[in-house]
């Protein structure tokens, strides 16, 4: 039996695979949470992007804003 075969049938071997499988799902479910939150305030939300500040306003503030001026 040579080394090759003895680290890939360790457990230590399957125990990191199936760490990096699992970690690689949690990072594109983060991912997709991230893409959806974001869809869901550009158009469930109404939020607006303004260049200026480089920030999102929700469009509470904007009214405040536009009543104010």
């Known amino acids: 039996m040579d080394w090759g075969s003895k680290i890939v049938e360790s457990k230590l ?3 990191i695979i199936k ?3 699992w970690v690689s799902i949690a990072i ?3 991912i997709i949470f991230m893409i959806v939150n974001f869809l869901f305030k550009i158009y ?3 939020y607006r992007y303004y260049d200026t500040d480089g920030g999102f306003k ?3 503030e904007d009214i405040k804003k536009t009543q104010t001026n």
């Open 13 to 15: 071997f399957i125990f």
């Open 19 to 21: 760490g990096a499988f």
């Open 28 to 30: 594109v479910l983060l």
């Open 44 to 46: 469930f939300l109404d």
């Open 58 to 60: 929700p469009p509470i």
